[in-house]
């Protein structure tokens, strides 16, 4: 009967240790969770998501974490940009002007695979 209870509270400290760890995620390893999801996403289904929430509808993602603390989600669905951008005292979203014309993680045109060779 020990053992069990002893079981039981591993799993929960290491629970509550994956918890901590996930709460001090900084806002780039976000948004490189979200680059991939959006990437895998793609792949799949050949289109990008039109929102962040067909990430986790379509269990790209497990959930969708609210942003960090003073920060905001921005995702262009033409591009598949996502930036976890900081958010002014005034509640407005302003990206850093470095991430406004961003186009790093252009996923619109991914690169296609050679064609196949003909057989004759």
């Known amino acids: 009967m020990e053992d069990q209870r002893t079981a039981h509270e591993e799993s929960r400290d290491y629970k509550e240790v994956l918890d901590r760890i996930r709460s001090r995620q900084t806002p780039g390893h976000i948004q490189e969770a979200l680059e991939d999801a959006i990437r895998n996403f793609q792949r799949d289904l050949s289109r990008l998501p039109t929102n962040l929430m067909e990430l ?3 269990r790209y993602l497990s959930e969708l974490k609210p942003a960090p603390p003073g920060y905001a989600y921005s995702y262009n ?7 976890v951008i900081p958010v002014t005292d005034d509640g407005q979203y302003r990206a850093p002007p470095a991430e406004t014309n961003r186009a790093a993680l252009n996923m619109s045109q ?4 050679p064609p196949p060779e003909s057989v004759q």
């Open 77 to 83: 669905p033409v591009y598949g940009n996502v930036s």
């Open 56 to 58: 986790v509808q379509r």
């Open 110 to 113: 991914p690169a296609l695979p």
